[in-house]
C-alpha cells in the first residue's frame, strides 16, 4: 500500500487566538481558544504531525469548564436557564479551519433546535475533547458554506439544508497517517442533522457521527459498555500473552543472542517455537455450524489467530486444481474477445537481501522485503524533503517491490514452468505447450520467481469461482467479506513480515505455507511506520533486473526487521517481541484464520507433483472486526462499528464478554 506523493514542503504557522462574547460586568462569559492556519502558508501545502491532539486547542467553557454550564446572560431563546455558548461568524469559520475538535452549530433564532441540543450537550459534558455546543446568530453568516449549498448569507435566515435542520455537525479533522505530504486543507463541511428535532433523534445521529455510544444521562449504552469491555479482554490477552513470553526460555534465549549480536554486528536468525492453536474442522460443532455466531464469539472476537485442519477438504478446487484444468478453464484474452491480463509480480529469486532471495537458498525469493537504499542505483539522486525525512524512523532503507508484469494466464503459467526448469512437462502433468521456440535461449529462469499474489477471482478468474466452497461458520463476517484472492507462485515465495488491515481466512490448495505471527500488542517492537518504497525494472526479453526506480512513496505495513536475519543492534526492542512469535503450518485443505493486524511473514513450499513445483492458495479479505490507525506504533486497536449489531446480538450480557472461553 502506497503513502502520499513526496512533493515539496511548506511549513505551517500556527496563531492562539481568543475570542470571547459580549463581555458583561460581573458575568463570567464563556471562551473559544481557537488555533488558525496563517494566510500565507495556507496558500502552499502544509505539513501535518502524526498526532495533533497532544494540546487542548479548541474549548468553549464557562468557570468551570462545563459544556452548558449557567455562564453567560440570559437570552431571548435560553432565558436565564442553562445554554450554550455563543459563536461569532468569524469564530465559526477560525473553527472550521482548525477542526481540532468537532462542533455541534445551533441556530440561535430555533427555539426547539437550541432546546434540543442543550439537552444532548448533557450527555457529552465529559466530553469536551470529542465534540462543544455552540449557538450561531444565522443573520451574521455572510457566505457560502464550501461555495455550495447556502445556508446562511447576507443576513437572510436560510435553513442548513432544504427545507430541513437548524442544527449542523462539524467532524474534527482525522489525523491523515497514510499521506506525507498534504495540500492544504480547506475548512470542514457540516453534516446537517435533518431527523426528528427530538433529543433522542439528535443523541442517536451524534453518536453516529463521534463513534460514541452515550445515553441521554450521560452514562454508556449497553451496546458500548459491551464493546469497552470486548476490548478490555483482548488488551488482557495481549498482556497475559506477553508476560508468558517473557518468562520463557526464549526469552532468555533472545537476550542473550540479542546482546551479543548487538556487540559483533553480527545478524541472528529467529527460532520460532511457538505454535498456533489447531482444531480439526467438524460441521456438527458449533464453531463450525453455518450462520452460528460461536466463531465470532469465541474467535473473531478475541483477535485470535486459529488454524482449521481440513476446513476446506470438500472443496472442488483440491481434486481439480492441475495445471491442465487451470489452462482449460482460465481462457486467454485473445480466445475471448477481450483484454483480460493477469497482474503478475516479478522477482529475483536466489540468494541475497530484501527483495532479492531468502537466506541465499537457489530459487527462493523474498517478496517486498527491507534493503539498504544504496543499493539502488538512483539512490545519489534520490531526494527526499527534509520534512519528509523527519516522519521516516529509516531514511536510509527500502521496501523493493516487484516488478509488475501484464500477460496473459497461459504466459504466466510457462513463466512458472520456466522457472522451475520444467519446459517439457509430460502431456499427462498439463504442462504449458510450445507455442514457438524460445527467443530468450539464455536466459536463467530459475533465477526469476513469478507471483500472481491477490488477485481477484471474481474480476480475473470467475471460472474458478465454484470450485471455492462456502465459509458460513464465519457468522456475521460474511456480510463484510471485502475480496476473494487467488495466489499462485512457485513454492519458492517468501512474503516479509507485514500486517494486513483485514481479517483473513487463508485457504491451501497445493503446497505447504508456514505462517509466522506476532500480536499487534505494541507495535513499537515491529517498528510499524512509513518506509520509502522502490520498485524493480525487468527487461522480459533478457531477463534482466534493474535496481532503478526508487518511488515516492511509501509502505505503511511492514517491518523493517528481517526474522532471518535480525539486525539486533539496529532493533533492540525486537527482542521483547521475539519469544512471542508462533508458527502456523497450513497443507492443502487446511484453512488459517488470522486477524487483522496480526504481524506475519508467509513462507511457500512447492507440492512436487506431476505438475512440478507449485503452491496455490485461496484467501478472502474481511472488514476487520478489530480496527486501528495506520500506521501508528501506539494506537490501539478498537472495534469496528460495522459489527455493532452482531455484537450487541452475540454477547447478550454485558459481563458475558468476560466469560467468552479462551481456546488453546
Known amino acids: ?73 440570559p437570552s431571548p431563546v435560553t432565558g436565564g436557564d442553562c445554554g450554550l455558548p455563543s459563536l461569532s461568524s468569524k469564530q465559526l469559520d477560525a473553527l472550521r479551519a482548525t477542526a481540532n475538535v468537532s462542533l455541534v452549530v445551533v441556530a440561535s433564532d430555533s427555539p426547539p433546535a437550541v432546546e434540543t441540543a442543550t439537552t444532548v450537550a448533557k450527555a457529552f459534558a465529559n466530553d469536551r475533547h470529542l465534540v462543544t455546543f455552540a449557538l450561531l446568530d444565522r443573520a451574521t453568516r455572510p457566505f457560502f458554506d464550501d461555495g ?18 437548524d442544527i449542523a455537525f462539524y467532524p474534527r479533522r482525522a489525523v491523515d497517517r497514510k499521506c506525507l505530504m498534504l495540500p492544504p486543507a480547506r475548512p470542514v463541511s457540516a453534516v446537517r442533522f435533518r431527523g426528528p428535532m427530538t ?137 475471448r474477445g477481450d483484454e483480460r491480463l493477469m497482474h503478475v509480480k516479478v522477482n529475483p529469486a536466489g540468494g541475497g537481501g530484501g527483495g532479492g532471495g531468502g537466506l541465499g537458498s537457489p530459487g527462493t525469493s523474498d517478496f517486498e522485503g527491507v534493503e539498504p537504499m544504496s543499493l539502488w542505483a538512483d539512490a545519489a539522486s534520490f531526494t527526499i524533503p527534509d520534512a519528509v525525512r523527519r516522519r521516516l524512523r529509516f531514511d536510509d532503507l527500502v ?15 510457462r513463466l512458472l514452468e520456466r522457472s522451475n526448469g520444467n519446459l517439457t512437462a509430460a502431456d499427462g502433468g498439463g504442462g504449458c505447450e510450445e507455442e514457438e521456440e524460445d527467443e530468450e535461449g539464455n536466459i536463467d529462469w530459475s533465477r526469476i520467481s513469478a507471483y500472481m499474489e491477490y488477485s481477484s477471482m471474481r474480476t480475473y478468474t470467475e471460472e474458478l469461482l465454484e470450485d471455492v466452497g462456502s465459509v458460513a461458520f464465519v457468522g456475521p463476517l460474511a456480510a463484510h467479506e471485502e475480496h476473494l484472492n487467488l495466489w499462485i507462485n512457485n513454492g519458492r515465495a517468501i512474503g516479509k513480515l507485514h500486517f494486513d488491515p483485514f481479517d483473513n481466512l487463508l485457504t491451501q490448495i497445493v503446497g505447504t505455507k508456514v505462517v509466522t505471527l506476532f500480536p499487534p500488542s505494541d507495535n513499537r517492537r515491529l517498528y510499524e511506520g512509513h518506509l520509502v518504497e522502490a520498485e524493480y525494472s525487468f527487461d522480459m526479453s533478457t531477463g534482466e533486473f534493474s535496481k532503478t526506480h526508487l518511488k515516492q512513496s511509501t509502505s505503511m505495513v511492514m517491518s523493517p526487521v528481517d526474522i532471518a536475519r535480525i539486525d539486533f543492534a539496529r532493533f533492540p526492542l525486537f527482542a521483547a517481541a521475539a519469544p ?85
Open 148 to 165: 455550495a449549498v447556502p445556508y446562511w448569507r447576507d443576513g437572510n435566515t436560510l435553513s442548513l439544508l432544504e427545507g430541513a435542520a
Open 399 to 413: 521496501v523493493p517491490r516487484p516488478a509488475p508484469v501484464d500477460m496473459t494466464f497461459s504466459q504466466f503459467m
Open 580 to 664: 512471542e512469535a508462533m508458527s502456523c503450518e497450513i497443507r492443502p485443505g487446511d484453512t488459517l484464520w488470522m486477524p487483522a493486524f496480526w504481524w506475519h511473514e508467509v513462507r511457500s513450499t512447492p507440492d512436487t507433483g506431476s505438475d512440478g513445483p507449485r503452491n496455490i492458495a485461496v484467501n478472502r479479505w474481511f472488514s476487520p472486526v478489530y480496527d486501528k490507525a495506520f500506521p501508528c506504533d501506539d494506537c490501539p486497536l478498537h472495534l469496528s462499528p460495522l459489527y455493532d449489531t452482531a455484537i450487541d446480538a452475540t454477547i447478550l450480557e454485558q459481563n458475558e464478554a468476560f466469560d467468552v472461553p479462551r481456546r488453546r
Open 1 to 73: 500500500m502506497e503513502g502520499g506523493k513526496i512533493a515539496t514542503l511548506r511549513p505551517w504557522l500556527l496563531l492562539l487566538v481568543a475570542a470571547a462574547a459580549a463581555a458583561m460586568t460581573g458575568v463570567v462569559t464563556p471562551v473559544v481558544t481557537v488555533r488558525v492556519v496563517d494566510a500565507a502558508a495556507a496558500a502552499g501545502e502544509r505539513w501535518f504531525p502524526a498526532d495533533d491532539t497532544a494540546t487542548d486547542v479548541f474549548r468553549i467553557s464557562g468557570e468551570n469548564g462545563d459544556v452548558g454550564a449557567c455562564h453567560r446572560p
Open 199 to 335: 433529543a433522542s433523534a439528535l443523541l442517536d445521529f451524534l453518536n453516529a457521527q463521534l463513534g460514541t455510544y452515550r445515553l441521554a444521562d450521560g452514562s454508556t449504552s449497553s451496546l458500548g459498555l459491551k464493546r469497552e469491555q470486548l476490548e478490555a479482554v483482548v488488551a488482557r490477552d495481549f498482556q497475559a500473552m506477553t508476560a508468558r513470553a517473557s518468562r520463557s526460555p526464549e526469552a532468555n534465549e533472545v537476550a542473550a543472542a540479542a546482546a551479543e549480536a548487538a556487540m559483533t554486528g553480527q545478524t541472528v536468525t529467529l527460532n520460532v517455537t511457538g505454535r498456533c492453536e489447531r482444531i480439526s474442522y467438524n460441521e456438527t460443532l458449533p464453531l463450525f455450524r453455518a450462520q452460528d455466531p460461536t466463531f465470532f464469539r469465541e474467535i473473531a472476537l478475541r483477535s485470535r489467530p486459529l488454524v482449521i485442519e481440513g476446513a476446506a477438504r470438500h472443496w472442488p478446487a483440491l481434486k481439480r486444481w492441475n495445471n491442465a484444468y487451470l489452462l482449460s478453464r482460465i481462457a486467454d484474452s485473445h480466445e
